[in-house]
């Protein structure tokens, strides 16, 4: 019989767990006071974690200097809809992945993995004419596509692993009970799914919300840039950073993170439990 943990044991967890959670949250807070802190005590010898005479006049010059709305509705869209993409074609094919083994199946998991160690280099400048052939070059719906496919690999290998872990013999009792493959998707694999969907929606999301290099050489209309890419403009020629503006910008570019992760992790908590009660 495993006896329960002493008090020194839960202690020096709960002192470890404190400790990781302070190295997690330290960048954010820093964040949050280098925003709110005037030129001056920015380029103090002697930093404060605390602004001494906290301002909001970084905000207004982000905001001012920078179309920061507008690139934070860019990203939005795109973002939104490099999710949804990615679940609907990552839904069925992790299905067929996982229900119907087959070594073509295998081989081609495995290149779908194996096509993430591709450098961003080597691939950009294919992509590029591609894209300016087909008329998707400078546009959002383009820049979607390659997140989607982007997203692709890891979605699948992340799904089947979901559906792999559901019993054939609930769908096999379906089955029985004279339900069709399409009831037996709607009624009983999807309801079992939603922490797997939800999770993949929320990788899509956050991997097209923060990301950066196709944004920068595929959209060259300033209208149409998302947020990293408008970030970066606070960033001089030679490398001389903005940091007032850029922190502030920085910091309201990760609220619609959180905010998505906080709202997305109810539905898989609500999912998982969904699931638990329909198993």
Same mark, same amino acid.
């Given at each position: 019989?495993?006896?329960? #943990?002493?008090?020194? !044991? ?7 767990? +404190?400790?990781?959670?302070? =190295?997690?949250?330290? #960048? ?7 925003? =709110? &802190? ?23 010059? +982000?905001?001012?200097?920078?179309? /920061?709305g507008r690139?934070?509705?860019?990203? /939005? ?8 993409l990615t ?12 229900? =119907? ?5 295998? $081989? ?28 998707? %070059? ?22 089947? !692993? =979901?559906?792999?872990?559901? #019993? ?25 799914? %939603?922490? @797997? $969907?939800? +999770? ?29 890419? %408008? /970030?970066?403009?606070?960033? !001089? ?33 609500? @999912?998982?439990?969904?699931?638990? $009660? &329909? !198993?």
């Amino acid at each position: 019989m495993i006896g329960r #943990p002493s008090r020194t !044991g839960q202690a020096l967890r709960y002192a470890a767990l +404190a400790a990781y959670v302070i =190295f997690l949250g330290f #960048p954010l807070v820093w964040l949050l006071s280098t925003a =709110f &802190k005037p030129p001056r005590e920015l380029v103090a010898l002697h930093p404060t974690l605390v602004p001494v005479n906290p301002t909001v006049q970084n905000f207004v010059q +982000a905001f001012t200097e920078q179309d /920061l709305g507008r690139a934070a509705l860019n990203s /939005l869209q795109v973002s939104l809809a490099s999710a949804v993409l990615t679940v609907l074609v990552a839904l069925p094919a992790s299905y067929a992945l996982a229900r =119907f083994r087959t070594r073509l199946g295998t $081989v081609a998991l495995g290149w779908v993995l194996l096509s993430q160690l591709f450098p961003f280099v080597l691939l950009i400048i294919p992509i590029f004419l591609i894209l300016r052939e087909i008329g998707l %070059a400078n546009t959002h719906a383009g820049l979607v596509l390659i997140y989607v496919v982007w997203a692709l690999p890891f979605a699948l290998w992340m799904l089947q !692993g =979901f559906v792999r872990n559901i #019993p054939r013999e609930l769908e096999e009792a379906a089955s029985v009970d004279g339900a069709t493959r399409l009831q037996i998707l709607r009624r009983v694999v999807l309801p079992l799914l %939603a922490p @797997g $969907v939800v +999770a993949t929606a929320v990788f899509a999301f956050i991997s097209a919300w923060n990301e950066f290099f196709f944004a920068l050489v595929l959209i060259k209309t300033p209208d149409l840039a998302t947020l990293p890419v %408008a /970030l970066a403009r606070f960033v !001089g020629i030679e490398g001389t950073a903005r940091l007032g503006p850029l922190a502030a910008g920085s910091l309201l570019a990760t609220l619609p993170s959180l905010i998505f992760f906080a709202v997305m992790q109810r539905r898989l908590s609500s @999912g998982s439990l969904a699931g638990a $009660v &329909k !198993g």
